[in-house]
C-alpha cells in the first residue's frame, strides 16, 4: 500500500523548543515538497529535494530547516527562530520535480506551539 | 505575490446545486491546471487537472472550463451532494522544467442537505 505517512497527526510544543516533523513515503519518488497552510492563505512551499542529500529554500524557509538523507524522508524542523510556527504542516512527492506538477500528499501534521 | 487567484473563498449550496470555483493566473507558461479536494484535518488529494490545449473536461460529476485568452479556469460540480463538503485548491504548474506548483487560497464549499 503506497502512500506517504506523516507523524505524529498533532503535536504540541511550548514557545522556544525546536520540534521536527517526520515524513516518509514508499512510492519511490525522487522528489518531495513540505508545505506549510494557515486559513484563507492556501499552501506555501517551504523547502522541497530533488534528490538525497539535496534541497533547496521555497518561499517560506525561514525558522525551518529540512534533510534528505534518505529517498524514502524528508523531515522537517521547526526552529525556535520561526516567529509564528502554529500551522498545519503538509509533507507531499513526486517522480521529480520535472513533474512536481502532479504531487502527492500526506496527510497532515498540525503543529501547536504555546 | 500571488500567482494564481482563487474565488470565492467560501460556498454554501443546496444539495443537487452547481457551485462553481474561479481561479485566475498571470503566467503565460503555465500549462498544467490541477484541482485539489481536501477534507478537514487531511492533505489535499489530486481530483481532476487540464492542459490548455482544450476547453473543457469531465470526470464525472467535476468539470473543469479553461478560458486560455482570459486565462482563467473554473471547476464545477455537478449535482452537489453533502460529501462534496471540501476545501477546494486550484493550481498552476509548466509540465516541463518545473519545480513548483502553485496554489490559489482555497474555496470552502458547504453542501447542505
Known amino acids: 500500500d503506497g502512500g506517504i505517512t506523516q507523524s505524529p497527526k498533532y503535536l504540541f510544543r511550548k514557545e522556544g523548543q525546536n520540534v521536527t516533523l517526520s515524513c516518509e513515503q514508499n512510492l519511490n519518488h525522487d522528489a518531495m515538497y513540505w508545505y506549510r497552510q494557515d486559513p484563507g492563505q492556501g499552501l506555501r512551499l517551504i523547502y522541497y529535494s530533488q534528490i538525497v542529500n539535496d534541497f533547496q529554500k521555497g518561499d517560506i524557509a525561514e525558522g525551518y530547516s529540512v534533510s534528505r538523507e534518505k529517498k524514502e524522508s524528508f523531515p522537517l524542523t521547526v526552529t525556535s527562530a520561526q516567529k509564528n510556527p502554529t500551522a498545519f504542516y503538509l509533507c507531499a512527492s513526486s517522480i521529480s520535480t520535472s513533474t512536481a506538477y502532479e504531487q502527492y500528499f500526506g496527510p497532515g501534521t498540525r503543529l501547536t506551539v504555546t | 505575490q500571488q500567482q494564481v487567484k482563487q474565488s470565492p473563498q467560501s460556498l454554501i449550496v443546496q444539495k443537487g446545486g452547481i457551485p462553481i470555483i474561479n481561479c485566475a493566473y498571470e503566467n503565460t507558461a503555465f500549462d498544467y491546471f490541477p484541482w485539489y479536494q481536501q477534507f478537514p484535518g487531511k492533505g489535499p488529494a489530486l481530483l481532476i487537472a487540464?492542459?490548455?490545449?482544450?476547453s473543457e473536461k469531465k470526470e464525472g460529476r467535476f468539470t473543469i472550463s479553461f478560458n486560455k485568452s482570459a486565462k482563467q479556469f473554473s471547476l464545477h460540480i455537478m449535482d452537489s451532494q453533502p460529501g462534496d463538503s471540501a476545501t477546494y485548491f486550484c493550481?498552476?504548474?509548466?509540465?516541463?522544467?518545473?519545480?513548483?506548483?502553485?496554489f490559489g487560497t482555497g474555496t470552502r464549499l458547504t453542501v447542505i442537505p
Open positions: 493550481a498552476a504548474s509548466k509540465k516541463t522544467g518545473a519545480n513548483n506548483l502553485f
Open positions: 487540464i492542459r490548455p490545449d482544450v
